[in-house]
């Protein structure tokens, strides 16, 4: 019922690709509509903004169209889901995408079914961010951390932490079972997203970084290599 | 460049020549003047009445006054003068007697001559004494008596009769009163006469006879100079003035003489007299005995006659010499002999002059000391030159090739393109060629390298269409037979997805490496923990590490990295190794480096592309389920160069079993 009313804008320049994720996405009830250029979905933005935006880097003449209309989304609503697909794997691409404000970065190489269930998974969040916070909620604490589910919120030593989406899930897999190493493979089924080993590791620094702001002691989270990660209890 | 010297020596060996011959001619020319002076300093002596027809006799020279002791051997005046034996003979009775009755007893004697005196000494064979007795002055004696003439043709006589052993008295019989001098001394010593005298020589300046009278064998036997009454001999003697007159055209290297009829020789001035006299010269010239001994070496002709000690005993050895002007070889120097002939009243003078090289020697030798020292200088020059070109040369292509060994790595990747030469030679040019193929090169290398990328690049969009529509059409309800014909399509999008993947993995890990994290860690928990992970990713395989719990294996490195370069090794280990034999880690300390090695009991590699494992799109397999591409160990290859490490390969010995070594260094 609730998927109906969301409406995802997905703008690609490949018809052929954009139509494939539309029918996709249409056929398990979201509302679609494309755009081929960032003028034309900028011009619709204005009027209107989508539950989620899935936008191409590279935009017909525009090599990073994408980013600059990301830029202006983020500008437009702070908490508007943004997932950026595209052909381009390169780190450095990624990076850029997530620095912008974007809440995941896939790849085309994905299969169909993951970016349905990312995308699932960040109306999933939208929706846990629009409850009301109640008694019930499920809250994990570890020492200094305190996690809460249901809202989707990160605090260290009392102190918010602000994690993308996937940065959550990782944060919360490593953290639900402390002192277990969790694999690559597991964290990225926790945050609903296929990326590469490297990506991972991304994820990890960043997140890394993002404890250090607040606590520059925070060495929470252990590397076991070739293994994965592991959430520590001092 | 070394025909310089020979030439050199051709041309000094020209001048020479001309040196020789225009030395010749001078000497001819001097020759020619001082034979006119000479034939007037000869008609001045009044040579004319020398009567040389029937033999003469001859006293060279003496310089000194001699004492007459009736010595003649070692040590006395005689000893340094050479003058020849003249013999007496014994006319009178030679036809009477057989060649048995002869006597036995000989007489000869030899003469010299100073300015004032002339001396002679008289020496018989062994005998017995007769002496005078001036009580029995009618008994047989022994007597000697010499007959003289001078040049006013005054002719002197002279009787010795001795009266003992010792000093004898002379009587000049010729002078109306008889008068007695001291003549020198009649000696009976082992046997024999020797009688020194000493007569006047302006008194015996023309001729002179001896006329001995001994008693030995038979009486009163006379040993005389001639036959007949008037016996004496002309007489030829060295003379002074003579000596004075040819001193004046002496030069260093020339030997005069003057020579009679006869070949006697009446005057001589010797170089050697000379170069005595200029000893100081000499050691000047000792310092070119070297261009000396190359001149010889380089001009001697050995086709010369040897050059021989022209006089002996006062006479002229080889007349036939004198016929003609000749070179003769010589060491260290050739000569010259010219000859002139000056008749003097009728009578036959040869003017002889021997000239050694030296002249000409020293002036060519000169020549050709300054010539080889111009060829030397010209010769060092131009080789220093040529050397210092081709050390210029060779440096600037040792500096060529040290730039592009620097300018390209290993991998043949192009760093960066050494500048080109400036200068407009054909190094400069090929220096600039070498430059615009390198940049040619690098512009074709990043083509390549960039063309896997943008190649899997441009292939994604169309691989996503199709495997988005495949997916849609998956998601649409199918009938079975079209459901197997989509897997094949899904299966096979799957695979072309991975190869592209796999084409840009290698570019996308050079990318990452900018944003590398280098970590100080235990290297050897680090491998703990990946052989724990790798137990459990592959199951099915046995994996081993040693290393010395007791060594510190602390490195900085990039852990992603190297965790991902261990994956590929591991990935490509258990794709070969069986199942029941471990794969082992071997972690070493070796000084500053980390020496770890990946052992697996697989096949051999064919040992003839061992070094090309490592590099991009080379595959060691021979099938594969899973699209392989040979960028496993490339990717390692590249990680290990980015932490300046060293990655190898080898087979183990035996049937089967490689080994990896990876070589780390801990401070980097």
Same mark, same amino acid.
């Given at each position: ?70 830029? @202006? ?67 994990? @604490? ?23 989406? @996937? ?33 991972? @590791? ?33 | ?137 009618? /008994? ?174 006062? /006479? ?353």
């Amino acid at each position: 019922m609730i998927k109906q009313q969301l409406h995802i804008a997905l703008v690609e320049d490949e018809i052929n690709i954009a139509e494939n994720y539309r029918d996709a996405l249409q056929r398990i009830g979201y509302r679609v509509s494309l755009f081929h250029n960032r003028q034309d979905a900028l011009a619709a933005f204005a009027l209107t903004l989508p539950d989620m935006a899935i936008i191409d880097v590279g935009l017909q003449d525009e090599y990073e169209g994408g980013f600059d209309l990301c830029r @202006t989304l983020r500008q437009l609503s702070e908490t508007l889901p943004i997932i950026f697909l595209t052909a381009r794997n390169s780190e450095l691409d990624e990076i850029s995408a997530l620095r912008l404000g974007a809440d995941d970065y896939l790849t085309k190489d994905v299969s169909i079914h993951q970016v349905l269930a990312r995308v699932a998974a960040l109306f999933r969040r939208i929706q846990a961010l629009k409850k009301p916070q109640s008694v019930d909620e499920q809250v994990i @604490t570890h020492g200094s951390l305190r996690i809460n589910i249901e809202r989707i919120e990160t605090y260290w030593q009392d102190q918010p932490v602000m994690l993308t989406l @996937t940065e959550f899930w990782i944060v919360h897999t490593l953290a639900k079972y402390p002192g277990q190493v969790k694999n690559r493979d597991q964290l990225m089924d926790a945050a609903h997203v296929v990326l590469d080993n490297n990506t991972i @590791t991304t994820h990890i620094k960043r997140i890394r970084k993002k404890f250090n702001h607040i606590d520059a002691e925070f060495n929470a989270i252990k590397t076991a290599y070739g293994m994965g990660y592991r959430w520590v209890i001092e | 460049m070394l025909l310089l010297p020979w030439a050199g020596c051709q041309s000094v060996s020209i001048l020479e020549t001309s040196l020789r011959q225009s030395h010749s001619q001078l000497l001819d020319v001097q020759m020619t003047a001082a034979t006119q002076q000479l034939q007037h300093k000869l008609n001045q002596s009044q040579h004319s009445v020398f009567n040389t027809n029937q033999g003469n006799y001859y006293a060279p020279l003496t310089d000194s006054k001699m004492l007459l002791d009736g010595f003649d051997g070692e040590e006395s005046d005689w000893e340094n003068i050479t003058t020849p034996w003249f013999q007496l003979n014994t006319y009178d009775y030679v036809a009477k007697l057989s060649a048995e009755a002869k006597p036995d007893t000989t007489v000869k004697f030899k003469l010299a001559a100073n300015d004032k005196l002339l001396y002679i000494f008289i020496q018989t064979s062994a005998l017995t004494p007769h002496y005078y007795n001036p009580m029995q002055p009618l /008994r047989a004696a022994d007597q000697l008596n010499i007959r003289s003439i001078n040049n006013t043709s005054l002719v002197s006589r002279w009787q010795i009769n001795p009266q003992g052993s010792g000093r004898v008295e002379m009587h000049n019989t010729s002078q109306a009163i008889t008068t007695g001098r001291d003549a020198g001394t009649w000696l009976w010593r082992d046997g024999h006469y020797n009688i020194e005298i000493a007569i006047p020589i302006e008194l015996a300046s023309n001729a002179i006879g001896f006329d001995l009278i001994l008693n030995d064998s038979q009486l009163n036997q006379h040993f005389k100079s001639k036959p007949t009454t008037t016996y004496e001999r002309s007489l030829v003697r060295e003379r002074l003035d003579l000596n004075h007159q040819l001193a004046d055209y002496l030069q260093p290297g020339l030997s005069l003489y003057l020579l009679n009829s006869q070949y006697w020789l009446v005057g001589q001035q010797n170089a050697e007299q000379l170069m005595n006299d200029s000893d100081s010269d000499n050691d000047q010239a000792d310092p070119s005995w070297f261009s000396n001994a190359i001149y010889n070496k380089l001009f001697t002709s050995n086709t010369l006659p040897y050059w021989r000690e022209p006089t002996s005993l006062g /006479r002229w050895i080889s007349p036939q010499q004198l016929a003609q002007t000749a070179w003769y070889q010589d060491s260290p120097i050739n000569k010259q002999l010219h000859s002139k002939v000056i008749i003097v009243n009728g009578q036959l003078f040869y003017f002889v002059a021997v000239q050694d090289s030296r002249q000409s020697l020293l002036s060519a030798s000169a020549a050709l000391n300054q010539l080889l020292i111009l060829l030397f200088t010209i010769i060092a020059v131009i080789v220093t030159g040529l050397f210092a070109f081709a050390s210029s040369l060779s440096w600037r292509i040792v500096q060529m090739k040290k730039n592009y060994r620097a300018a390209i790595d290993s991998d043949g990747k192009i760093m960066a393109v050494p500048a080109a030469s400036r200068l407009p030679d054909e190094l400069g040019d090929l220096s600039r060629v070498m430059q615009q193929l390198t940049i040619n090169q690098g512009k074709y290398t990043d083509y390549l390298a960039t063309l896997a990328d943008k190649l899997s690049h441009e292939l994604k969009t169309p691989v996503a269409v199709i495997r988005t529509s495949l997916e849609n059409l998956e998601l649409s309800n199918l009938d079975p037979e079209a459901t197997k014909y989509l897997t094949r399509a899904m299966q096979g999008t799957n695979r072309l997805s991975q190869t592209l993947n796999a084409l840009s993995e290698a570019n996308k890990l050079e990318q990452s490496f900018e944003y590398a994290q280098w970590q100080v860690v235990p290297f050897d928990d680090m491998l703990e923990e990946l052989t724990a992970a790798y137990r459990q990713i592959y199951s099915s395989h046995q994996f081993q590490l040693e290393y010395d719990h007791n060594d510190d294996h602390t490195i900085n490195l990039a852990p992603e990295l190297i965790v991902q370069l261990l994956d590929k090794l591991i990935s490509n280990a258990v794709d070969y190794a069986p199942v029941d034999q471990p794969i082992r880690f071997k972690l070493n300390k070796i000084n500053t480096q980390l020496q770890l090695s990946v052992e697996n009991q697989g096949p051999h590699f064919s040992s003839d592309n061992i070094p090309q494992l490592f590099d991009s799109m080379v595959s060691n397999r021979q099938q594969s389920d899973t699209p392989h591409l040979g960028l496993g160990l490339h990717i390692v290859k590249l990680i290990s160069d980015f932490h300046r490490g060293q990655i190898s390969a080898k087979n183990l010995p035996g049937e089967k079993g490689v080994i990896f070594e990876l070589l780390l260094p801990i401070d980097t």
